[in-house]
């Protein structure tokens, strides 16, 4: 990894250690990692030949990860983000809080991860789960123009195409799984 900016909350060296490690195992040395928090549980996106947004030809991956609990204000049968929203309503608006995690992911339905559903337990998990996920495109991308530039790993079972979500679906479960074990 050639730069980190984090301001999600998680330390920057345990969002280090994580993109360090999946990043090993798929052979990548030459991206940048964007981490921040989310008004939902998780989500991604890989630029494999950089962005305008982040300024740079290398390949880019920003991580968005969930904070631990949702805030929302009600006030009778009315909610919101925020407690200006509420302004008008005819009750004085209360903040109810709720955790997030343990929050349930459904891969994409295709093929041998039909029917499932995964538990990530908390933010450390799911970044692990959304890195290897946005990290696989990376590797697809690499793998396809510069053999040179990733491990040389099989695709899943049941994958098609340059970009395959049912690959990066079962590379990040896996993923998630050799975590849990350490």
């Known amino acids: 990894m050639k730069r980190l ?3 999600s909350g998680i330390p920057d060296k345990k969002v280090k250690e994580v993109v360090d490690w999946i990043g090993g195992t798929l052979g990548l040395s030459n991206f940048d990692v964007e981490c ?3 008004q939902h549980s998780f989500a991604g ?4 030949h950089g962005s305008t947004y982040h300024s740079s030809r290398r390949p880019f ?3 968005r990860v969930g904070t ?3 805030d929302r204000w009600h006030a009778g049968n009315k909610s919101a983000l925020r407690k200006s929203w509420l302004a008008s309503a005819p009750q004085p608006a209360v903040k109810v809080s709720k955790n997030r995690f343990p929050c349930f992911v459904r891969p994409y339905q295709y093929r041998q991860h039909k029917g499932k559903r ?3 337990a908390n933010r450390l ?3 692990v789960y959304l890195a290897a996920h946005e ?3 990376l590797w697809q991308a690499a793998r396809l123009t510069d053999r040179r530039k990733s491990a040389p790993l099989p695709m899943a079972w049941g994958s098609k195409g340059k970009y395959s979500e049912v690959d990066t679906e079962a590379f990040a479960i896996h993923t998630l799984r050799e975590w849990r074990r350490q």
């Open 45 to 48: 996106r890989a630029y494999t």
């Open 118 to 120: 995964y538990v990530l």
């Open 61 to 63: 991956v920003v991580l």
């Open 125 to 127: 998990e799911t970044l």
């Open 135 to 137: 990290l696989r495109h």
């Open 5 to 7: 900016r984090n301001t």
């Open 68 to 70: 631990e609990t949702v």
């Open 36 to 38: 921040r928090s989310s």
